[in-house]
């Protein structure tokens, strides 16, 4: 059985050891003959890798293991690249938030100007790793997770249109399993879904057992009450006080189409005054993650490294990244996997943009992903959709063209920010916060 090997681009990522333990877990399901770890930063990814060095030791010693910041040695002779690269890393999240609610708006990781500021970064930096992949291994797959993916897919869509690359998000996979506690099922493979939107704006349309049966009226009767809230937590990354307050909400937001079942995301274009009043300007989410997950997870590979252990370790395997597995077995074995995926519309909803990034069920084998037709969506949706999708195109245009004319028509067409003069403001501090980052806008 053909071993594979794969480069983890943003080695240093919170979520690295979490995903290699998960890829050690399913070793059986995807045979591996190396990992390599890639980062612009050398000290950050120094101490996972160090510790994910002990981890593969204890686990599975055959695997050849290395981290580098070279490009040539990290892409050479792959066949997969898991992406999750956070271009401006937490301190540029915490502007990207920050900012924003400086003026009364939403100050968020991938919606509103946080989302669009983190975009114009995003862009040229997984952009660089698709260049790097086709020159040193033309053949490999490019499996991306990178934020923010709405804004990033459209650019390699437009961009670099041949590249193999794989636009995925874990929200509605995380959503799936509290529906999964919600109906009393054993896994999230058991239910069949149909969804349409674009990535972090969408709504499920049927969800059913392998048998046909319609399991939306139980799922629908606790929404209505309870959004997906469930007395279980679901391990690993959703589990913080924010999360939980997110899945409650869900409840106001389901309320504006019943017919449906919305990706959480969507509170904060419902309800853009509400979560920015919410909030604290002062400590946000990515104080929440740096002083949580980030101070965990580098203290506990730091420590694994200093004692050539795992024994007593708290790294969790992310249970729920084995849709990274599904992924890349779907590619590599053409399993005709149904997988949720972030894909160039070409008619799969029938009334909207035939070139936007959707994301829709796919049918995934070794030639990629061929999108499931959703059919025609309601107004309400349409409307919504074609104002959000004109956002992302229009980052991408004002990357391309260096266009402060088309970032700021970006802004102001996000259902996030309430008028021109707003939107302005807020252009010219994050201009001036991201010089390192942006290409120079006129
Ligand atoms: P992190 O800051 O801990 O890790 C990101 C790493 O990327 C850092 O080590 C950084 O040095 C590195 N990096 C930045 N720019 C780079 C470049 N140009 N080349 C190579 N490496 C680079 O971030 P995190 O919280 O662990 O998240 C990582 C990414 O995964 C983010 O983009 C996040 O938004 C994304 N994410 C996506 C999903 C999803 O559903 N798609 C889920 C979770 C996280
Ligand atoms: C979900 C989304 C990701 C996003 C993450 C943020 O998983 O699908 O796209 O990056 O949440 O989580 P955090 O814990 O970093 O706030
Ligand atoms: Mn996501």
Redesign the pocket.
């Known amino acids: 059985m053909k071993k594979f090997s794969i480069t983890i681009?943003?080695?240093?990522?919170?979520?690295t050891p979490g995903i290699i333990l998960m890829l050690l877990e399913n070793i059986d399901k995807f045979p591996i003959k190396q990992i390599k770890l890639?980062?612009?930063?050398k000290a950050?990814?120094q101490q996972i890798a160090d510790a994910c060095q002990v981890i593969i030791k204890e686990k599975a010693p055959e695997i050849d293991f290395l981290a580098t910041v070279t490009p040539d040695i990290a892409f050479s002779d792959i066949d997969f690249v898991m992406a999750?690269?956070?271009?401006g890393?937490?301190a540029m999240r915490e502007k990207d938030e920050k900012i924003p609610l400086k003026y009364g708006v939403v100050g968020q990781?991938t919606c509103g100007p946080g989302g669009i500021a983190y975009g114009m970064r995003s862009i040229g930096?997984v952009l660089?790793?698709v260049d790097y992949m086709e020159k040193y291994s033309p053949d490999a797959w490019m499996l991306n997770?990178?934020?923010p993916?709405a804004i990033v897919a459209e650019a390699t869509r437009k961009l670099r249109p041949d590249a193999k690359i794989l636009n995925?998000?874990?929200?509605p996979i995380a959503i799936e399993n509290l529906m999964t506690q919600i109906l009393g099922l054993q896994s999230r493979k058991e239910m069949v879904i149909s969804y349409y939107g674009l990535n972090h704006f969408g709504w499920w349309t049927a969800v059913r057992d392998r048998q046909g049966h319609d399991l939306l009226p139980k799922l629908k009767a606790h929404v209505k009450d309870h959004g997906y809230a469930v007395n279980f937590s679901e391990a690993g990354?959703h589990i913080d006080e924010s999360w939980q307050a997110t899945f409650k909400k869900v409840k106001d937001v389901y309320a504006l189409d019943p017919d449906t079942l919305p990706n959480t995301y969507l509170k904060y274009y419902f309800y853009p005054q509400d979560e920015a009043q919410k909030a604290d300007p002062n400590y946000t989410r990515a104080n929440e993650?740096m002083d949580g997950r980030?101070k965990h997870v580098f203290t506990e590979c730091n420590r694994i490294a200093q004692c050539d252990s795992t024994q007593n370790s708290t790294l969790e395997i992310d249970e729920h990244a084995s849709y990274i597995v599904d992924l890349a077995r779907a590619i590599a074995y053409n399993t005709q996997e149904r997988m949720l995926l972030i894909v160039e519309n070409k008619g799969a909803i029938h009334n909207f943009d035939s070139s936007a990034m959707v994301e829709v069920p796919c049918i995934v084998g070794s030639e990629g992903p061929e999108p499931i037709t959703q059919g025609a969506i309601p107004q309400f949706q349409k409307g919504l959709m074609e104002q959000q999708v004109s956002v992302e195109k229009l980052v991408v245009e004002a990357w391309e063209e260096g266009s402060y004319q088309k970032l700021w028509q970006a802004l102001i067409l996000s259902r996030t920010v309430p008028n021109a003069r707003i939107a302005k403001q807020i252009l010219d501090d994050l201009i001036e916060a991201n010089q390192a980052y942006w290409p120079a806008l006129s």
């Open positions: 681009a943003g080695g240093g990522s919170t979520f890639y980062d612009n930063d950050r990814q999750h690269i956070r271009v890393k937490y990781e930096g660089e790793l997770y990178s934020n993916a995925i998000c874990d929200m990354q993650v980030e």
